[in-house]
């Protein structure tokens, strides 16, 4: 019997939303303790017993199946939690140059406590290469605002790398994604005798899938999608003391696709995060408002050559 080497990562995310539910129950510390380590030693009974083979390899895998594993363990323990909602709104651009060649842009807003603090803004781009049809390769640069009561407090400016993956399983898409950011921060206002200025790394890693629901007959590419996914983010460098982990990102996101060049996702973001402070953790529920645009130039060179 043939195994797609995707479905086995769809276990743990699964598991990510079986952990939020009994956190929100109360805790459970002994009883999740237990579940996490049983699910563990089934799931690599499983997959030594039926000698599943990939590219990925076991060491990879492995390493993948602990990042989702572990995040949720994270919450388990005593901490203080701050909790929080926010609305953010996001413009994506993806421009196709040529088969192997994407131009990418997006820039964002977002607030807390239903639009009434402003919080951040992003703008970002990057130049994607496609070596083969599934795999995607990008490197880019972000900048970002943070802003305190109102004002704006520090500023960011980040480079970044990523590697991209894509695959299908029957009509389901699936999607891997790891990201490396270099983050350098600036304090715009800062104490005296304060370092403005601070540097760490970030490590992102996304698995998400699509699930199509209903195809609209009479519109091109008109489509109704469910996406969801789990992204995990680690710190590192020389500053990173308590917040080696950074936060984890549950998303539920109902999309539409308009035609072949727009689609509108209304998101659902839970992210629970690690903060500077030992034992301190924020919960944030987001409303994501997501537009996305695809432009494909190719054709156009297509009928100017024609």
Do not use: C
């Amino acid at each position: 019997m043939a195994y797609n080497p995707f479905v086995i990562l769809l276990i743990p995310f699964l598991l990510n939303i079986y952990f939020i539910f009994i956190e929100s129950l109360g805790g459970w510390p002994v009883f999740y303790t237990a579940t996490h380590d049983a699910v563990y030693f089934i799931f690599w009974t499983l997959k030594n017993e039926l000698k599943l083979k990939y590219p990925l390899h076991d060491k990879v895998s492995l390493f993948l199946i602990l990042f989702f594993v572990s995040a949720p363990f994270l919450r388990g323990q005593k901490k203080e939690v701050i909790k929080e909602n926010s609305q953010w709104i996001q413009y994506y651009n993806q421009s196709v140059i040529s088969d192997k060649w994407q131009i990418l842009f997006d820039a964002g807003y977002r607030w807390l406590d239903g639009f009434e603090e402003r919080s951040q803004y992003i703008i970002r781009a990057g130049i994607g290469y496609r070596p083969v049809s599934r795999l995607r390769l990008v490197a880019g640069f972000a900048h970002l605002g943070f802003y305190s009561s109102g004002d704006l407090t520090n500023t960011e400016y980040r480079p970044y790398q990523e590697i991209g993956l894509t695959n299908k399983l029957n009509k389901i898409d699936l999607s891997h994604r790891l990201r490396i950011e270099e983050r350098f921060f600036k304090e715009q206002h800062p104490q005296p005798f304060q370092d403005a200025q601070s540097f760490n790394f970030r490590f992102r890693y996304l698995f998400a899938v699509g699930i199509p629901l209903v195809q609209f007959d009479g519109h091109r590419g008109s489509e109704l999608s469910l996406h969801l996914g789990d992204e995990i983010f680690i710190n590192a460098g020389a500053d990173i003391v308590n917040n080696v982990f950074d936060q984890n990102r549950l998303l539920v996101s109902p999309t539409y696709r308009l035609n072949e060049q727009f689609s509108f996702a209304l998101t659902y973001n839970y992210i629970f995060a690690g903060t500077a402070q030992a034992g301190q953790y924020a919960s944030l529920q987001v409303l994501w408002l997501q537009i996305k645009q695809n432009l494909d130039f190719r054709r156009k060179r297509e009928v100017e050559l024609n």
